[in-house]
């Protein structure tokens, strides 16, 4: 019965959403449109993994014939093969010297980290077509011994299982096998209909959302589920752009998706933005810099329901024009779950993002705008304090 109510509630909400006289013709035809856009996404995505496939059994097939045949390469070839190998095997590859002693030899020369060295050598004895490796290398147990081993990324070849970004093939391949373990979820009964459900939604998320597991439920906190960019050129002087968009406060007026931006204390700023179905979801984000005319870049505070970051630059263009060019990410609550849910409901940061920018523009091009119903004047959204109005 609690069941059965629940799901007459969502049922009846999502009703009223969607068939609201005032709204509910745009917001149909807003899903419409993101369907038939993510349809046309999966269909080149198939055509992707077609191509993959191909390459691959080629590949597979050039390097079964290659056990028959010789795959000596010259001085020149070899050691590039093994230069490529070096960069995906140690911390700091531009240090490593590579040569070619002839015949198959390869010597390595260059600091390296004792615990990559093993590792390195592998990699390089590995490589078609070397047949003896010389090793020269000057091994440090830490990077303060040498200036060309500062900095730098750990490096390690992963299955395509682990990768942040999967294949074309595989993230099809993992699609249909998620179809398969959903509708076996509807044929069981017990624990099995469960975990054959969750993990077939699970795998298919990580297939469309192409997003790394913790990222894609939202664990990984400080990591963007999604980013986005947008570039915008507005007709009127960068001073006056960066000065109205520099005045957080004003965006409810000309961005409907935001309910309240307060100014809080030490650079920071409170705000609240309407989620799917117009639940207010709200955090708090602190600028993490600023220059006059030219940059504002921004973060969510720890702890914050929804986790954000992004810059905005500024770039002065003849005619007194301006380009505005916004980078953007963020982890909404149940991560690409809870994106998914706000795109489709068109309360998604990047559909909103656009159509706040576009609100912008007419703003400081004609002196109005539409948003929330009504029309705003440019009189009605003040710049920041001692900048051009």
Not at 64 to 83: I, N, Q
Not at 194 to 206: E, K
Not at 294 to 310: F, H
């Amino acid at each position: 019965m609690k069941k059965y109510a629940i799901t007459c509630f969502l049922g009846g909400a999502g009703l009223m959403y969607f068939a609201d006289p005032g709204r509910g013709k745009r917001r149909r035809a807003a899903v419409r449109d993101k369907l038939a856009a993510g349809w046309r996404d999966v269909t080149n995505e198939i055509d992707k993994a077609e191509r993959d496939l191909r390459n691959r059994a080629h590949g597979l097939g050039a390097g079964v014939s290659s056990l028959w045949k010789k795959t000596d390469a010259d001085g020149p070839v070899l050691v590039e093969r093994v230069r490529s190998t070096v960069g995906r095997a140690v911390s700091h590859p531009h240090a490593i010297r590579v040569r070619s002693g002839g015949n198959g030899q390869i010597i390595l020369e260059g600091p390296v980290l004792l615990d990559e060295l093993d590792y390195l050598l592998k990699r390089v004895k590995a490589v078609p077509g070397v047949r003896q490796t010389v090793s020269r290398l000057e091994i440090y147990r830490d990077p303060s011994g040498a200036s060309s081993l500062q900095g730098g990324v750990p490096r390690r070849a992963l299955s395509e299982l682990a990768q942040q970004n999967w294949t074309p093939s595989l993230r099809v391949a993992s699609a249909a096998l998620a179809g398969t373990m959903l509708a076996a979820g509807t044929r069981t009964r017990g624990p099995a209909r469960w975990i054959s459900t969750i993990s077939g939604a699970i795998l298919l998320a990580r297939a469309i959302a192409n997003k790394p597991f913790g990222r894609m439920l939202g664990t990984e906190r400080g990591a963007g589920v999604v980013d986005f960019e947008k570039t915008i050129h507005i007709n009127a002087p960068v001073e006056v752009v960066y000065a109205y968009w520099a005045n957080f406060e004003n965006f409810p007026k000309f961005m409907t998706h935001l309910k309240e931006v307060r100014h809080l204390t030490n650079g920071k700023s409170h705000w609240v933005a309407a989620g799917p179905g117009g639940i207010p979801i709200s955090w708090d984000a602190e600028v993490t810099e600023q220059q006059t005319n030219r940059l504002l870049s921004w973060t969510s505070v720890p702890g914050s329901t929804v986790s954000t970051a992004g810059v905005v630059r500024f770039d002065a263009e003849p005619e007194g024009r301006t380009r505005v060019q916004v980078r953007m990410s963020y982890c909404p609550p149940a991560g690409v779950f809870g994106h998914a849910v706000a795109w489709l409901f068109g309360a998604d940061p990047k559909t909103e993002m656009d159509a706040g920018l576009v609100c912008l523009k007419s703003l400081l091009e004609t002196g109005k705008t539409r948003a929330h119903g009504v029309t705003i004047t440019r009189e009605q959204v003040p710049a920041a304090a001692g900048q051009p109005h």
